[in-house]
């Protein structure tokens, strides 16, 4: 966990490098997805029940979340290049960790139920994913990008990552696989 807190302080440094833009978007995208992954990892490291409509909710609404801000921007917002590359990008890197993290979370019985949790490997995993964010940010605000490829999306990519995670552990569930075997990490 200490190294997630430096993860976080050191993506505070860069969050802070991407100004607010001409298109309305700013840093807030970033701190409020950042917070939402700290509660969903601290919650989660320590076991929940798996119910499948739970885990799917918080997606959702994170996806709808992040979209509502960003929809009436595209009118009024130029994308370049770079824009595009990093949407890309953005896109690929949170369903392919998403899905990777997917097969790291922890799945077992408890009380005649099935429960989850996050392990080393999924926290690390996460630790990634918001290292390669920042990156992202970073690079596209180094490079004339426009906040909506670089910050405003954050709710949104967030809410496809937990998706993507989510539905494989769901799908694992159904399997069996994983269920009562420990997986390390």
């Not at 949170?94 to 996050?118: C, D, M, N």
Request: net charge positive; hydrophobic share 55%; glycine share 12%.
């Amino acid at each position: 966990m200490a190294g997630f807190a430096a993860l976080l302080a050191a993506g505070t440094a860069v969050a802070g490098s991407v100004a607010e833009d001409a298109d309305g978007a700013g840093r807030l995208p970033v701190f409020v997805g950042l917070f939402v992954v700290v509660v969903v990892v601290v919650t989660r490291t320590r076991g929940r029940e798996l119910r499948p409509v739970k885990l799917l909710a918080l997606p959702i609404i994170l996806l709808a979340a992040g979209l509502a801000p960003v929809l009436p921007l595209l009118p009024e917002v130029e994308l370049h290049g770079i824009d595009y590359q990093l949407i890309a990008a953005d896109l690929a890197v949170s369903v392919g960790l998403g899905v990777v993290r997917g097969f790291t979370v922890q799945i077992y019985p408890k009380l005649a139920a099935t429960w989850y949790r996050y392990g080393p490997a999924t926290v690390a995993l996460w630790c990634l994913s918001i290292g390669l964010r920042f990156l992202l940010g970073g690079y596209g605000a180094g490079h004339a990008a426009t906040a909506l490829s670089t910050s405003a999306s954050v709710i949104f990519m967030l809410g496809l990552t937990l998706l993507s995670q989510n539905v494989v552990v769901i799908a694992r569930r159904r399997s069996g696989v994983g269920v009562g075997v420990s997986v390390s990490g």
